[in-house]
Nanobody, 126 residues
Framework: QVQLVESGGGLVQPGGSLRLSCAVS????????IGWFRQAPGKEREGVSS????????VYADSVKGRFTISRDYVKNTVSLQMNSLKPEDTAVYYC???WGGGPGRLWAGVLFTYWGQGTQVTVSS
């Protein structure tokens, strides 16, 4: 059974840092891309960052460039999102997703993400 489980969310002050983790089970990061998305209340889900399996290429939304870093650990089969210099506008539920399984999904950075985790809440507030 394929599962994506996010962790690491929480409450942080502006300017602080958090590290999100996406634990992947049931499939290998050798063959599937992983993306991070977020959804704030009343807003559409938006792409934040992704990493491709073929060449390790990373993509970032303009709003997080220079502040967020995506990385993957093949041994642990996890993908992390290091978030620095957090702003109140980064507050959202963060989801990881992969292009496994087919069907409808969200196209971002050239990848159709079709399988999602349950999300982890990130709140940036003083």
């Amino acid at each position: 059974q394929v599962q994506l489980v996010e962790s690491g969310g929480g409450l942080v002050q502006p300017g602080g840092s958090l590290r999100l983790s996406c634990a992947v089970s049931g499939l290998s990061l050798d063959y599937y891309d992983i993306g991070w998305f977020r959804q704030a209340p009343g807003k559409e889900r938006e792409g934040v960052s992704s990493i491709t399996t073929s060449d390790g290429n990373t993509v970032y939304a303009d709003s997080v460039k220079g502040r967020f870093t995506i990385s993957r650990d093949y041994v642990k089969n996890t993908v992390s999102l290091q978030m620095n210099s957090l702003k109140p506008e980064d507050t959202a539920v963060y989801y990881c997703a992969t292009n496994w399984g087919g069907g409808p999904g969200r196209l971002w950075a050239g990848v159709l993400f079709t399988y999602w985790g349950q999300g982890t809440q990130v709140t940036v507030s003083s």
